[in-house]
């Protein structure tokens, strides 16, 4: 129960890290509202959480929508009273060349991964403030600390989450309202999928982490539970890395 008492908004939670983070964050204690677009998923999640006696709700949630984000705090401060944990989950990734990538997708990418976590940091922090401090978490990769070919926009969008998250967790600190960065490596999501069928690039990838293993959706969830946790009251403006030893290289 690390979470007992705690009220947790999470974007792009109908599957993946988020439905992980949705399902762990139940079984701590926490009152959960799964934000997503992907509305059928979503309300699933939910209903499994709640099927095993945890406390969840579903909101639909364009994390690029303003309106979508404040609707989303207000339903967690009016079903569960008030809004302690922001996982800036939601995201999107695609493989193109730096000259081969359009303005249209690049600013897409950028809206979803970037703008949608500014506008979900933006919308909170009020609640967070009446509830007297509070935790952001937002997903980066270690995309956002070293680069790679073929994939500028992504690495672009996630170095920008990082230095975004230092800022915001400067600006709040005396208020009580924390925030950090989590950058996953390779992990076995929906997301990367099709990627990871390549097998060349499964090999290349397999080989550059010392541990030997693709991470698993829970691994990243338990990284980001400590965060949500009083355990790490003292952490603001950090990175937790959770990539296999890939980055310490």
């Known amino acids: 129960m690390r979470l007992a008492g705690k009220v947790a908004l999470i974007s792009g939670g109908a599957k993946g890290m988020g439905a992980a983070e949705a399902g762990l ?3 701590e204690g926490a009152c959960v509202v799964i934000g ?6 979503g309300k699933s999640v939910a209903e499994g959480i709640r099927r095993e006696g945890g406390k969840a709700s579903f909101v639909r949630l364009d994390v690029t929508v303003e309106e979508e984000w404040r609707a989303a705090v207000s339903k967690a401060e009016r079903e569960y009273g008030k809004l302690n944990v922001l996982v ?5 990734f695609w493989k193109e060349s ?3 990538i359009s303005v249209e997708r690049w600013e897409r990418l950028m809206s979803v991964n970037v703008t949608g976590v500014f506008l979900g940091t933006k919308a909170c922090i009020p609640a967070m403030r009446r509830a007297g401090g509070g935790s952001i978490i937002n997903i980066s990769s270690t995309s956002g600390l070293v680069g790679s070919a073929e994939t ?4 672009a969008s996630k170095g920008a989450v990082r230095i975004f998250t230092k800022a915001t967790a400067v600006e709040y600190a005396r208020e009580g309202i924390r925030a950090n960065s989590v950058h996953p490596g390779p992990i076995e999501t929906d997301m990367i999928a099709e990627l990871m069928g390549d097998a060349g690039y499964r090999k290349s990838q397999m080989e550059a982490v010392p541990l030997k293993r693709f991470g698993r959706v829970e691994d990243v969830a338990y990284g980001v539970l400590y965060l949500a946790s009083d355990e790490s009251s003292y952490m603001t403006g950090a990175e937790l890395v959770i990539d296999g030893g890939k980055t310490g290289q």
């Open 88 to 92: 800036n989950n939601a995201g999107v």
């Open 98 to 100: 730096l000259e081969k």
């Open 36 to 41: 997503d677009v992907l509305e059928e998923e």
């Open 25 to 27: 964050f139940a079984r």
């Open 152 to 155: 500028s926009a992504y690495h």
